[in-house]
């Protein structure tokens, strides 16, 4: 596979689940990051991991919990998510953090039931 | 607040004529200004960036105007094609922050 690659394409959970989306990266990059894309709205920058290390939280709720075990692989935890959680989440990767391309996966689109 | 503000929000435009979306930001501190490109079932993709010390650049049929000291910049499509109808969006980024548009649906019309 090349690029970056997210499963599942499709998710349908209740609020009471748990579950987690997977990013891996094929791309040799070191830096990976989370967005959510909503109908109508920019897309939102979630987390940001630089060689493994997280370096931003833009204040999302901890019902969204990030990992990241190493520079090809980040994962988001999810549990006890809300309805208005329903969205489009997006995984993308950059060589470097900074203003560098970013290349994104296809996304996993999520509804929370 | 919308640390990027882009229009039009949709856009159709016929075959060979000129698409143009234009983006406005506030904050002077950005300094990379990428527009990606994004098609129904897929992630957005890089189309072309442009840095603060150049006020055009072009690739192919695309090209990036920017004016800093109005802190706009657009994305012109020449002789557009129904190829090119998708979602664009415009994005504003300073180190780990990266702030996009709401989009533009363009929709080019054979």
């Known amino acids: 596979e090349t690029g970056v690659t997210q499963t599942p394409r499709h998710l349908v959970m209740g609020m009471t689940n748990k579950k987690s989306l997977k990013c891996e990266q094929h791309l040799g990059h070191n830096a990976m990051y989370w967005y959510k894309q909503s109908a109508k709205k920019p897309l939102e920058l979630m987390f940001v991991?630089?060689?493994?290390?997280?370096?931003e939280n833009n204040s999302v709720p901890s019902r969204f919990s990030p990992e990241c075990p190493n520079s090809s692989h980040l994962f988001l935890h999810l549990h006890t998510l809300q309805p208005e959680d329903s969205a489009l989440y997006l995984c993308a990767s950059s060589q470097v953090l900074g203003t560098y391309e970013q290349y994104f996966g296809p996304g996993t689109r999520l509804t929370v039931t | 607040q919308q640390q990027v503000k882009q229009s039009p929000q949709s856009l159709i435009v016929q075959k060979g004529g000129i698409s143009i979306i234009n983006c406005a930001y506030e904050?002077?501190?950005?300094?990379?200004f990428p527009w990606y490109q994004q098609f129904p079932g897929k992630g957005p993709a890089l189309l072309i960036a442009i840095r603060p010390d150049v006020s055009e650049k072009k690739e192919g049929r695309f090209t990036i105007s920017f004016n800093k000291s109005a802190k706009q910049f657009s994305l012109h499509i020449m002789d557009s094609q129904p190829g090119d109808s998708a979602t664009y969006f415009c994005?504003?980024?300073?180190?780990?922050?990266?702030?996009f548009g709401t989009g533009t649906s363009l929709t080019v019309i054979p």
């Open positions: 991991y630089n060689f493994k290390e997280q370096t």
């Open positions: 994005a504003a980024s300073t180190g780990n922050q990266f702030y």
């Open positions: 904050n002077t501190a950005f300094d990379y």
